[in-house]
């Protein structure tokens, strides 16, 4: 039994080495901000999603320490059973006023608050009109809705109403969006999509996950961007990327936020947050609103790596965002780009069929704040020498 079970896996992993499509992991040894040091060599990375260098700051590490200290490394279960700690309430009540909403909930990662949420509101007999570029965590939380699925063009609005008049013979629709797009780094026009969801009597929900921290005058996101804070029916989005944590969240009405404590699966049935990450995202979000300077250096950085980009014509606009995408084209040649750049020492992921259309392959700069003027003068070199 077990040797048929173990050619079983045998035959899928000699198939996605046979397409091209492997996956393996790199052992990273230790690192320090944007200094990494994988398989016994240092490199500079412009991978990760630390955009602010938050994780490794001294207040956010003191805070995830003391609140080990005071609650222990885990919650100890489930919120609705006895790990509902203060530390949560805390931190979905800054969560909530920091996007500008009565409530938040917390859930143990970003993935599971889209799955979660989604969920609860929709039924098989409902619609979903969603953006064709956004995260795998909508898209399977979608399929696991038994809703019909209506894809629409990226950030098309044309195509949105498109779908909205498809899905009049839905019971309940809702249009679902990243704001800030995860692979292309563009924005999409929330204060439209908002409108136009409202207009055929659907909810609309963004996906904050790379917008929390980042746009806005004050790094609010997308509505703040818009000027349209409260006109988002859903506003999700992670503590994992800019905010240096680990955890998802659910902002909205009181309501929305009473509805996901007795309807989302995702959120009855798993752990409470851990402490130290409920602490550590409670405190990064503190930092973003008195140190708007680390957002202020972000962009600087956004800014030399859009120069020197489209000074090389791997961009024909700059990005707003920092990530920062550059199209290279063919599988083979973007791998062999980013070996050139591993070469020199540079981690420049590469982005490549399924994440990416075929042939639409591209390294994906993220920029942070911690990376230093020789870090990025070292990406300049090694983009030229492309
Ligand atoms: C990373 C990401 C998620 C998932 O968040 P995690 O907290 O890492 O699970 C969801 N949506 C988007 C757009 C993301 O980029």
Same mark, same amino acid.
């Given at each position: 039994?077990?040797?048929?079970?173990?050619?079983?896996?045998?035959?899928?992993?000699a198939q996605a080495r046979d397409s091209g499509l492997y996956r393996t992991l790199r052992a990273v040894d230790s690192f320090d901000g944007p200094e990494v040091e994988l398989e016994g060599r240092k490199y500079i990375s412009f991978a990760s999603n630390d955009y602010l260098g938050l994780s490794r700051h001294p207040d956010v590490i003191a805070a995830a320490s003391e609140a080990i200290g005071k609650y222990g490394a885990g919650a100890g279960a489930s919120r609705l059973v006895i790990g509902d700690l203060a530390i949560h309430r805390e931190l979905?009540?800054?969560?909530?006023?920091?996007?500008g909403r009565e409530a938040a909930r917390v859930f143990a990662t970003g993935y599971l608050a889209n799955?979660?949420?989604?969920?609860?509101?929709?039924?098989?007999?409902?619609?979903?009109?969603?953006?064709?570029?956004?995260?795998?965590?909508?898209?399977?939380?979608?399929?696991?809705?038994?809703?019909?699925?209506?894809?629409?063009?990226?950030?098309?609005?044309?195509?949105?109403r498109e779908k909205l008049e498809e899905a009049k013979e839905f019971n309940n629709v809702?249009?679902?969006?990243?704001?800030? +797009?995860?692979?292309?780094?563009?924005?999409?026009?929330?204060?439209?999509?908002?409108?136009?969801?409202?207009?055929? /009597?659907?909810w609309s929900m963004i996906d904050e996950a790379h917008a929390t921290?980042?746009?806005?005058?004050?790094?609010?996101?997308?509505?703040?961007? +818009?000027?349209?804070?409260?006109?988002?029916?859903?506003?999700?989005?992670?503590?994992?990327?800019?905010?240096?944590?680990?955890?998802?969240?659910?902002?909205?009405?009181?309501?929305?936020?009473e509805m996901m404590v007795n309807s989302s699966r995702t959120f009855i049935y798993s752990t409470g947050l851990a402490p130290a990450a409920s602490a550590s995202a409670l405190e990064s979000l503190r930092i973003m609103e008195r140190a708007p300077e680390l957002?202020?250096?972000? +962009?600087?950085?956004?800014? +030399?790596?859009?120069?020197?980009?489209?000074?090389?014509?791997?961009?024909?606009?700059?990005?707003?965002?920092?990530?920062?995408?550059?199209?290279?084209? /063919?599988?083979?040649?973007?791998?062999?780009?980013?070996?050139?750049?591993?070469?020199?020492?540079?981690?420049?992921?590469?982005m490549r069929y399924p994440t990416v259309p075929m042939g639409e392959a591209c390294l994906r700069i993220s920029a942070s704040t911690l990376h230093t003027t020789e870090h990025l003068e070292k990406l300049a070199d090694g983009l030229a020498a492309l």
């Open positions: 039994m077990r040797e048929l079970f173990e050619k079983y896996l045998e035959n899928r992993l979905e009540k800054q969560i909530a006023t920091f996007k799955i979660g949420a989604i969920n609860s509101l929709i039924k098989p007999g409902d619609a979903i009109v969603s953006d064709e570029k956004n995260h795998s965590s909508i898209i399977d939380a979608c399929r696991l809705s038994g809703a019909k699925i209506l894809v629409y063009r990226h950030l098309d609005m044309n195509s949105l809702l249009v679902a969006t990243e704001s800030v +797009f995860s692979i292309d780094g563009d924005i999409a026009p929330v204060a439209e999509t908002a409108r136009l969801a409202k207009e055929f /009597g659907a921290g980042i746009i806005g005058a004050s790094g609010r996101g997308s509505e703040e961007l +818009f000027d349209c804070t409260g006109e988002i029916d859903i506003v999700m989005g992670t503590f994992s990327k800019a905010v240096g944590s680990q955890g998802g969240f659910i902002a909205g009405s009181e309501r929305l936020a957002r202020e250096r972000l +962009f600087e950085n956004v800014d +030399f790596v859009n120069q020197v980009a489209l000074k090389l014509g791997m961009r024909k606009t700059p990005s707003e965002t920092p990530v920062i995408p550059l199209t290279i084209g /063919g599988e083979a040649e973007a791998v062999k780009a980013f070996e050139m750049m591993k070469d020199r020492g540079l981690i420049v992921p590469v």
